[in-house]
C-alpha cells in the first residue's frame, strides 16, 4: 500500500500524528533485550500511534544481533502501522539506488529519510519508489545542525534549508516529505508557508528541548510528531511499556488539542 495511503488510514483510526522512535538503548533500558523490548512497546503502543520510526544507527551498531532484531522487529510490526526507516542515506546516484534498494526492497520500509547534500540525483532513486515516502533533511535537532543548515547563501542571502525547502516543492513528485526540528519553529513556520501541503517529519520533541505547542501549531495536521526517549524510557524499570503507553496517551492528546485550539 501506498504509504501516504498507510499513513493516512492509521492517523485517522488511532486519531494520532504521534510517531515512537524505535530506538531501543541499552544504557537506558531496563536489562531485557532489545527484541523483546521493541515488541513490548509496539503491543503496548500500535493503537496510539500513526507510525513507528527506526533509526538504523541503534540496529548497526550492534552488527548481526542488531540486525537480526531489526529484522524480527520489522517482521512483528502490524502491518497496517507504516514504519520509517531512519538511515539519512545520500550518495552519488549509483549508490543512492543501492540504498533505496536495501531500504525499500530488502527491509520493506513505508518511508525513509534522506540527506540532500549531494543534490538531486542524491535522491532521485528514492523517489523512484513511488509508493514509498521519501523525507527530506531540511533543519536538523542537534546542536550543531546550525553550523551549516542555517548558512546564508546565494545572490538572495537566505539560510541553505530555505534552499532545500525550494527544492523539494520543486523536485516533489508526491512523494517528497521534509525532516524539520522541533526546536526550530521558525524553520518548521518558514517551511511550512513554502510548502502548504508537503508532509513533515518532526523529530526533536522533549529531551532535544522542541516545543510541542510551537511544533504543532506550525506543523499542523500534515505532519509526523515523531518522540523517542520521552516515551520509551518513562519507566527504565520493568513496567516501562505500561508508562511508555501511558505517556504516549498523554501526548496524543496533547497534540490533538493543540490542534483543535489553534483550528488547524
Known amino acids: 500500500m501506498e504509504f501516504a495511503l498507510k499513513l493516512d488510514l492509521r492517523q485517522k483510526e ?3 500524528l504521534l510517531a515512537i522512535n524505535l530506538d531501543p538503548d ?13 515488541r513490548r512497546i509496539i503491543e503496548a503502543t500500535s493503537d496510539v500511534v500513526c507510525c513507528y520510526k527506526l533509526n538504523l544507527a ?13 529484522k524480527k522487529t520489522l517482521e512483528y510490526m502490524p502491518e497496517d502501522i507504516p514504519v520509517i526507516g531512519d538511515g539519512k542515506r545520500g550518495d552519488i546516484e549509483n549508490s543512492s539506488r543501492l540504498y533505496a534498494q536495501a531500504l525499500f526492497e530488502f527491509w520493506g520500509f513505508d518511508a525513509t529519510t534522506v540527506n540532500p ?3 538531486f540525483d542524491s535522491i532521485s532513486p528514492f523517489m523512484d519508489y513511488s509508493q514509498k515516502g521519501v523525507f527530506v533533511l531540511c533543519h536538523t ?6 553550523d551549516l543548515q542555517s548558512l546564508p547563501v546565494g545572490d538572495e542571502r537566505v539560510p541553505l534549508f530555505e534552499v ?21 519553529a521558525s524553520t518548521l513556520r518558514k517551511a511550512r508557508e513554502i510548502c502548504p ?18 511544533a504543532v501549531k506550525y506543523g499542523g495536521r500534515r505532519a509526523i510528531y515523531a518522540v523517542g526517549r520521552r516515551i520509551l524510557y518513562a519507566s527504565r524499570n520493568l513496567d516501562f511499556a505500561l508508562r511508555a503507553r501511558e505517556e504516549a496517551e498523554r501526548l496524543r492528546s496533547e497534540i490533538n488539542e493543540i490542534l ?3 483550528g488547524k
Open 260 to 262: 483543535f485550539e489553534s
Open 14 to 16: 488511532n486519531r494520532s
Open 197 to 214: 501541503e508537503v508532509l513533515i517529519l518532526v523529530p526533536g520533541i522533549g529531551v532535544q528541548g522542541g516545543r510541542l505547542d510551537e
Open 26 to 38: 541499552s544504557r537506558l533500558m531496563p536489562p531485557i533485550d532489545s527484541l523483546d523490548f521493541n
Open 164 to 184: 532545500v525547502v525550494q527544492r523539494v516543492a520543486s523536485w516533489n513528485r508526491e512523494n517528497l516529505g521534509l525532516v524539520v526540528g522541533a526546536n526550530h
Open 141 to 146: 535537532s542537534n546542536p550543531g545542525g546550525d
Open 117 to 119: 547534500y549531494l543534490g
Open 58 to 70: 541503534f540496529y548497526e551498531a550492534l552488527g548481526m544481533e542488531g540486525l537480526s532484531a531489526l
